[in-house]
């Protein structure tokens, strides 16, 4: 099949997609056929995202809707959106939140509260919507985003970290109980994506000074959104479990790559700019 064209007919929804890696999944499966439906909180930021996935060159069919995942009704429209294009065929769970850096016990209620509703309500809300879809039809691709944490604690980052290792065990529990179904249920860990949200942090009063090394880290180790999409490809056209980005043999050559590619000079580092809040 044509590679450009190997997803014609199909329907693909991606959750947080205004910008961002959410934004390259989406123009990754326009690109190769699918018709695509972006959304995100605010309609003015999704009706952008959409117009200007119209306007590129490759006339990607892009569709939006201004979608709470926190809440499941808007999750069942964004899904009724997605239907009036054709049949739904993939469901990208990509919308996340990132939570204060800083010890758990003195972080804020309200944003733990926020990164469990966005991370992992809004999954379930997504896998539940998309799966009752595709189990009723035999067939159908749901991949849910991990991140750092999936694998382990990560300290005074533990509302994220932990959101993620949710995810994870969620997603494989979701491969079991959909084994021999005609559905496939993918996990995808795209590793650090250089984005505008990644270099926006908030952090507790006392630990700032700790987050200071990111836009190195991300010099290191970071890729574009664009890069970061691309093995979606391959586990929406394969019956693929799961992909991880940063093993040790790639942190090793893209650490090579980018210090060659001048990611670390100056000029080129991500921009870092870091919220404090104070302890309750």
């Avoid at 604690?153 to 959101?163: F, G, I, R, T, W």
């Avoid at 005609?182 to 990644?198: I, K, Q």
């Avoid at 990111?214 to 394969?238: I, M, N, Y």
Wanted: glycine letters at 12%.
């Amino acid at each position: 099949m044509d590679e450009v064209q190997r997803l014609t007919g199909r329907v693909a929804v991606v959750t947080g997609s205004s910008r961002g890696l959410g934004l390259a999944f989406a123009r990754l499966l326009g690109q190769h056929g699918a018709a695509v439906v972006l959304s995100a909180r605010t309609a003015d930021d999704v009706e952008r995202a959409v117009d200007g996935l119209r306007l590129r060159s490759e006339g990607i069919a892009a569709h939006g809707l201004a979608a709470d995942v926190g809440i499941l009704t808007d999750v069942e429209r964004l899904r009724d959106e997605a239907q009036q294009h054709g049949t739904l065929d993939i469901w990208v769970n990509n919308a996340g939140a990132a939570g204060v850096y800083g010890p758990t016990a003195t972080a804020p209620v309200a944003d733990f509260e926020r990164v469990v509703r966005t991370n992992v309500m809004g999954t379930y809300h997504g896998s539940r919507v998309a799966l009752g879809v595709f189990l009723g039809q035999g067939h159908g691709d749901l991949v849910n985003i991990y991140g750092r944490g999936d694998h382990g604690p990560v300290p005074l980052q533990n509302a994220y970290a932990s959101s993620k290792a949710w995810i994870r065990n969620f997603t494989r529990g979701l491969q079991s109980e959909v084994r021999d179904s005609g559905v496939r249920v993918h996990g995808m860990n795209p590793g650090l994506v250089r984005t505008d949200m990644l270099g926006r942090v908030t952090a507790q009063e006392g630990f700032e000074s700790r987050v200071k090394a990111l836009p190195f880290v991300v010099g290191l180790w970071g890729q574009s959104p664009e890069a970061a999409a691309r093995p979606l490809l391959r586990l929406v056209t394969s019956k693929r479990p799961e992909f991880r980005d940063l093993t040790r043999r790639t942190m090793l050559t893209r650490a090579i790559a980018n210090l060659a590619g001048g990611q670390l000079h100056r000029k080129r580092r991500l921009p870092l700019d870091v919220t404090v809040v104070s302890p309750e």
